[in-house]
């Protein structure tokens, strides 16, 4: 990976001037993990550093330091860009050769009570930017993304006692006991002295009022409590002892990748705190990355069991206050770990030592907007590039990490068996094609049978169905007439629940109709196929005194319903549950003995490379939930072909020959890890422009013979938010500069024009 993009000429207007960012190509191997940042020049302060703004700009901008001032790498700084301000970050302190600065404009404020982002996260932001081919600008706003953080957290407002004030004229019961609680000499917030007391905030007023009680200020308070690693270590088991030694061992030592390989129920998360526990005791801090948000109540339980705190959640949820908090905290130091999702990858951390991707096979890794990346191999990238181990766990890692695996790139680490002891559950198949369901329903008799056995013997009994609402296709049987988004080339999935038609691509939503908008006729609508709603009506009328909950990512209430409900899952509050892949996705359900697969074909039929993988990894997952506790689980797969190598792999529990087949097919077709891909997808609001620069894309693709370009094609979803798409997939050798030659072919290919859109997808992980 040698090519870089060549920098452009140094302009010298009287506002800023553009010049390039520290790394603008794809450098080679040992620059990526060894390239130290430019230092102060010798013989006083710079008088011009290059500022790189979260802005969609391959560049980073030159301005002058006003005197004073003194700026470092890394330092946030406000600076005028055009009519407005940004913040941005100093990203060298060597300016452009052929910088006047005495035209260039003036650093505004310098944020010197935010430390400087590290070395390691900003040639993180220059690697992401020169694998994604992504403006360094934009993979910078992912690290600034909580300016409120960049202020010191303003002062509570407080009450205390006043030392010598005479005590008020009417002593009320309510009074006392608040006079009483500040006996201690120490400040309260209104609210929680009123809690203390048991009064209402008004008690506290008068007592303000009359002078016995004053207002101060009292600093923020810290974002949490530290984890205590020695408050209850746990008893594992003699796998797990050995795993969780030599994640110890690692604490501390240079970069390496683990890769703990796990059983469902195995306590890969038992196993993974230990090594946060060693970074914790080492003085460093810890990240834990997982895919769900709605796995973090339980997780976050298991974690303070451990460590006598709960950790730091970063995801989209939380409130922008407690979000500057943990931006702050993480920055100082004062947030040890940080539980969160994908973005909480480019936290500015002060002192990281450990990285654990749960789940990492998951695909919610991958981000496919504005920077497309995949957070599970960047993290390992942020672990090289800092010196530290990063831990991946899965239960059935993805195909890139067996590779790594087993060529000795990662350390694998393995738990063949349940901690509780219990069997792994016994997965059959159910042929439809001979146990077909009777007409309109959808669970043949056999599974009926094992869902009565098992409520009645006072288990759980989990049905899934990848696909949310009631039906996937709304049809006229008069005219034939089909309901289909008007932004999107998607049918309309019915959410009878609510009522609603909906788009899950758009997110447009209609009422249901009650007549066909093209022939009017009011008895001939019809739903096509079945979504988990409908899988749980055929359920209610099949056993009607049991108790039957849906969970889906898409349920009214949100996420703070989703997780109330898993817990009554875990308490054995419903018998039948009928879910997404939401279920699939970390939990511990102590009662579930059976697992039913409503349509395990359904991921299978896609044009995707990763099609199998996938539909291994979730029904591997899903059915993993039955017996963890107790034992006794079973695992029912409705098929149509069982005789396809993933149902077959699944029946039998041979995994290593699943991944053995599938690693092979993968290298013969040259397909990752042992080729690239690159998926560039032109869109646009007019369809025959977009295909029109997509064409003329393709005419300028370079002609090299390792480079092998496919397309333009009409994307599977040609049409999504009113945008017509196109694609175009570059394969290449594992070893072939892809980066570099997609560089220069978006250099020499037409520029966009208009409202169209190009985006590169570097290891594309959906080809929709």
């Not at 009320?172 to 048991?198: F, I, N, Y």
């Not at 999107?488 to 908008?517: I, K, N, T, Y």
Request: charged content about 20%; aromatic content about 6%.
């Amino acid at each position: 990976m040698t090519a870089s993009r060549p920098p452009p000429k140094v302009q010298t207007p009287e506002r800023q001037t553009p010049a390039t960012s520290r790394t603008p190509g794809t450098p080679a191997a040992a620059d990526l993990f060894g390239a130290p940042h430019p230092q102060a020049p010798e013989g006083g302060p710079p008088t011009c550093v290059q500022v790189l703004l979260p802005v969609a700009i391959g560049a980073a901008y030159t301005y002058r330091v006003p005197p004073g001032v003194c700026v470092r790498p890394g330092s946030i700084v406000r600076v005028p860009l055009g009519p407005r301000e940004v913040i941005g970050a100093v990203w060298s302190l060597e300016a452009p050769e052929g910088a006047a600065p005495a035209r260039l404009k003036d650093i505004l404020h310098v944020y010197d009570d935010t430390p400087p982002l590290a070395d390691d996260l900003r040639a993180l932001v220059d690697w992401v930017a020169n694998w994604t081919l992504a403006a360094p600008g934009m993979v910078l706003r992912m690290v600034l993304r909580s300016p409120e953080a960049l202020e010191p957290e303003a002062p509570v407002p407080g009450v205390r006692r006043v030392e010598g004030a005479p005590l008020p004229g009417r002593a009320t019961p309510a009074r006392k006991r608040v006079l009483e609680t500040l006996d201690d000499g120490m400040a309260w917030t209104k609210s929680g002295l009123a809690h203390a007391a048991g009064v209402s905030p008004s008690v506290i007023d008068g007592l303000v009022a009359q002078g016995t009680l004053e207002v101060v200020s009292m600093p923020a308070r810290p974002p949490l409590p530290a984890p205590d690693p020695d408050f209850a270590p746990p008893v594992l088991t003699p796998a797990q002892e050995t795993a969780a030694a030599r994640l110890r061992e690692g604490i501390g030592s240079a970069f390496r990748t683990f890769l703990l390989d796990g059983v469902t129920g195995s306590g890969k998360t038992e196993v993974y705190f230990e090594a946060v526990a060693a970074a914790l005791q080492a003085g460093r801090q810890a990240l834990v990355l997982i895919p769900e948000i709605a796995l973090t109540t339980a997780f976050l339980e298991r974690f303070e069991q451990r460590f006598a705190t709960r950790p730091a959640e970063w995801h989209s949820q939380i409130t922008p206050k407690a979000r500057a908090r943990i931006w702050r905290g993480v920055t100082t130091g004062d947030v040890r770990v940080v539980v969160g999702a994908r973005s909480a990858l480019f936290l500015p951390f002060r002192e990281l030592g450990l990285i654990v991707v749960d789940e990492e096979h998951d695909g919610a890794y991958k981000q496919d907007d504005r920077v497309p990346y995949n957070a599970r191999d960047m993290a390992v990238v942020r672990g090289h590039l800092a010196g530290f181990p990063v831990v991946l766990a899965s239960a059935t890692p993805s195909v890139e990490s067996q590779v790594n695996a087993l060529t000795g790139r990662y350390e694998r680490l393995e738990l063949p068996e349940r901690a509780s002891g219990a069997p792994m559950p016994e997965i059959s198949v159910i042929d439809l094609r001979l146990d077909r369901p009777e007409r309109g329903q959808f669970l043949a008799p056999p599974l009926r049978s094992a869902i009565a056995e098992t409520v009645a013997g006072g288990g759980q009994a989990l049905l899934f169905l990848n696909r949310r609402g009631y039906a996937p296709l709304t049809l006229c049987r008069s005219c034939g007439h089909r309901f289909q988004c008007p932004n999107c080339s998607a049918w309309l999935v019915e959410h009878r629940f609510q009522g609603r038609l909906v788009c899950h691509h758009c997110g447009h939503a209609e009422p249901a109709p009650d007549h066909c908008p093209a022939c009017g006729d009011t008895q001939s609508l019809v739903a096509c196929g079945p979504g988990v709603e409908r899988i749980a009506e055929e359920v209610a009328d099949a056993f009607p005194e049991a108790r039957v909950l849906v969970l889906s990512s898409d349920i009214q209430g949100g996420t703070e319903r989703m997780r109330r409900e898993i817990r009554v899952i875990a308490e054995g509050g419903a018998d039948i549950v009928v879910g997404t892949q939401l279920v699939a996705k970390g939990h511990n359900f102590p009662l579930m003995r059976l697992v039913g697969v409503v349509d395990a074909d359904l991921g299978l039929a896609h044009g995707d490379p990763r099609a199998a993988e996938r539909t291994f990894q979730l029904l591997a997952q899903v059915t993993g939930r039955a017996g963890r506790i107790g034992g006794g689980g079973r695992g029912l797969l409705q098929t149509h072909a069982p005789e396809h190598p993933v149902i077959r792999a699944l029946a039998s529990g041979d995994r290593n020959a699943f991944y053995e087949a599938e690693i092979a097919a993968r290298r013969a077709a040259g397909l990752p890890p042992f080729g690239r891909l690159a998926a560039l997808i032109v869109s646009g609001p007019d369809k025959a422009a977009a295909l029109a620069h997509a064409q003329a894309l393709a005419r300028a693709a370079p002609h090299v013979g390792e480079l092998t370009i496919l397309g333009p094609a009409e994307a599977a979803l040609a049409l999504v938010r009113g945008r017509y798409r196109f694609r175009l997939l570059a394969m290449a050798p594992r070893a072939f500069d892809l980066q570099g030659h997609l560089r220069a072919w978006l250099t020499a290919a037409p520029r966009p024009r208009g409202q169209i859109r190009v985006q590169v997808d570097i290891d594309p992980q959906s080809f929709l």
